[in-house]
């Protein structure tokens, strides 16, 4: 399983608090890619990043942010804007955003309190 | 707009048994096509791609432009076969289907 990680596994953060996920790739992929997985809603786009220094909102991008400072990290924080942030979280990523076999990570999953 | 669609939250069958999974699609451009599966404990990967037309693990696909579907097949199941599937749109967007657990009884 290895390439992409994603720490930690179980995150828990009180209601207006901000909170930051991880995501770490080693594959050398130009693209990387959040999702969030509701049950019985599949995987929606929070936001993806095609190159370092870049990133575009996905279907569902209120209440999030991301970085790209380094090729190999795209860190996504949960703000207190967002209305209903309990939920798993998967990050991605492809060796460009045009060959779109995706990696995943094994998750983080977030509960707030 | 485009959208995934998987008819199915829940398919049951025995082993040997055809399966079947669902998929439907609306996008108004040429699509690209994926079927992913998660199986228990383990991470969400890539099952197989329209574009490569090859089976993997016994399963195809294939593309259906005029009823716009993606449908996934196997004419045999195996217990292994229990997982989540979903199917995947590459559009403008990434987009995934909401997903099908295929439970394989014995």
């Known amino acids: 399983d290895g390439g992409i990680t994603q720490s930690p596994k179980y995150l828990f953060r009180k209601e207006g608090q901000n909170v930051t996920l991880s995501c770490e790739q080693n594959l050398n992929h130009d693209a990387m890619y959040w999702y969030r997985q509701d049950p019985g809603q599949g995987l929606r786009l929070i936001y993806y990043s095609q190159i370092v220094n870049d990133f575009q909102k996905g279907d569902i991008a209120e209440g999030y942010s991301v970085s790209r400072e380094k090729k190999e990290s795209f860190p996504l924080t949960v703000t207190s804007a967002q209305k209903n942030p309990t939920a798993f979280y998967l990050c991605?990523?492809?060796?460009?955003?045009?060959?779109?076999?995706?990696?995943f990570g094994p998750g983080t999953r977030l509960t707030v309190l | 707009a485009q959208r995934v669609t998987q008819p199915e939250k829940l398919l049951s069958v025995f082993k040997g048994a055809p399966v079947e999974l669902k998929c439907n699609y609306s996008?108004?451009?040429?699509?690209?096509l994926f079927w992913y599966v998660q199986y228990s404990r383990q991470r969400l990967q890539l099952l197989l791609r329209?574009?490569s037309r090859e089976s993997i693990k016994g399963f195809t696909a294939d593309l259906n432009k005029g009823e716009t579907s993606f449908h996934l097949k196997k004419p045999f199941a195996q217990e292994e076969d229990s997982a989540m599937y979903y199917c995947a749109l590459n559009g403008q967007n990434f987009v995934f289907g909401p997903g099908t657990r295929l439970s394989v009884l014995p």
């Open positions: 996008y108004s451009g040429s699509p690209e």
């Open positions: 991605a990523s492809s060796r460009t955003s045009s060959y779109n076999e995706q990696f």
């Open positions: 329209h574009i």
